[in-house]
């Protein structure tokens, strides 16, 4: 007896699913807007951000508080960021491992440039493992909220969206992939998430959550011929 599976692909988020780097992004963001704003006041804006461009961040705070930034700041902000990233980031435990025990292809789905989730996929061991290919927020017209990224990694496989399971850890990435009308997996086991995340994918209409990448493949497992009729070998 054969199992009919109703997922064709399986899509990654890069950032806080592959490696561990929110934490470090949202440091630098903050020290470099710290020293131009009341640090309180500071959090207040930052709270919830994670997620988003870091331009998009810089540029939400800057409005708040009315502040005309040099046109070198941001670039400056992610150049830091990325060199941080490269000397310090950790993998998330467990994903290499999880991501080559799935028999599905995959797709990497980023808010961040080409570049650095290429860098990532060289750290985690999974360069090879990518078969689908990156699709980052320079490959598109709008990033994450929206779904373009998603949309383009699915139309790339040749795959109906609602035959994607994607792998997110932030609301701003998960809305994308809903709206895409794609399966969502919620991961909270990054350093950077905070404790009423769980609840905010929830709401947003994520079903599943997940804590430790040891147990995504069994996981998608599940997911993938949950209510799926058995048919003849």
Same mark, same amino acid.
Request: charged letters at 25%; aromatic letters at 4%.
């Given at each position: 007896?054969?199992?009919?599976?109703?997922?064709?692909?399986?899509? *990654?988020? *890069?950032?806080? &699913?592959?490696?561990?780097?929110?934490? /470090? @992004? $949202?440091? &630098?963001?903050?020290?470099?807007?710290?020293?131009?704003?009341?640090?309180?006041?500071?959090?207040?804006?930052?709270?919830?951000?994670? $997620? %988003?461009?870091?331009?998009?961040?810089?540029?939400?705070? #800057? #409005?708040? +508080?009315?502040?005309?930034?040099?046109?070198?700041? =941001?670039?400056?902000?992610?150049?830091?960021?990325?060199? /941080?990233?490269?000397?310090?980031?950790?993998?998330?435990?467990?994903?290499?491992?999880?991501? =080559?025990?799935?028999?599905?292809?995959?797709?990497?789905?980023?808010?961040?440039? =080409?570049?650095?989730?290429?860098?990532?996929?060289?750290?985690?061991?999974?360069?090879?493992?990518?078969?689908?290919?990156? +699709?980052? #927020?320079?490959? !598109?017209?709008?990033?994450?909220?929206?779904?373009? &990224?998603?949309?383009?990694?699915?139309?790339?496989?040749?795959?109906?969206?609602?035959?994607?399971? &994607? !792998?997110?850890?932030?609301?701003?990435?998960?809305?994308?992939? %809903?709206?895409?009308?794609?399966?969502?997996?919620?991961?909270?086991?990054?350093? =950077?998430?905070?404790?009423?995340? $769980?609840?905010?994918?929830?709401?947003? $209409?994520?079903?599943?959550?997940?804590?430790?990448?040891?147990?995504?493949?069994? %996981?998608?497992?599940?997911?993938?011929?949950?209510? *799926?009729?058995? @048919?003849?070998?």
């Amino acid at each position: 007896m054969n199992r009919t599976s109703h997922i064709d692909l399986l899509i *990654c988020d *890069c950032d806080g &699913v592959l490696i561990d780097s929110e934490i /470090i @992004t $949202g440091r &630098v963001i903050r020290e470099a807007l710290a020293a131009l704003v009341p640090e309180h006041e500071l959090d207040v804006q930052l709270a919830g951000t994670f $997620g %988003l461009q870091s331009r998009d961040i810089i540029t939400r705070v #800057a #409005a708040h +508080f009315g502040l005309d930034l040099p046109t070198d700041f =941001h670039p400056n902000v992610r150049r830091r960021a990325e060199e /941080i990233i490269r000397a310090e980031v950790q993998t998330i435990a467990g994903v290499r491992e999880a991501l =080559h025990a799935i028999d599905l292809p995959l797709a990497i789905a980023s808010n961040s440039q =080409h570049e650095a989730v290429r860098h990532a996929l060289e750290r985690t061991g999974l360069t090879e493992r990518v078969d689908v290919g990156v +699709f980052s #927020a320079d490959r !598109v017209k709008r990033p994450k909220p929206a779904p373009d &990224v998603y949309l383009l990694a699915a139309s790339t496989a040749g795959v109906d969206p609602q035959r994607c399971l &994607v !792998v997110e850890d932030s609301a701003t990435g998960a809305t994308a992939a %809903l709206t895409a009308g794609m399966q969502v997996i919620g991961f909270l086991g990054a350093s =950077h998430i905070p404790p009423e995340q $769980g609840e905010i994918l929830r709401e947003l $209409g994520v079903e599943h959550l997940l804590h430790d990448m040891h147990e995504l493949p069994a %996981l998608v497992e599940r997911l993938r011929y949950l209510n *799926c009729t058995t @048919t003849s070998a």
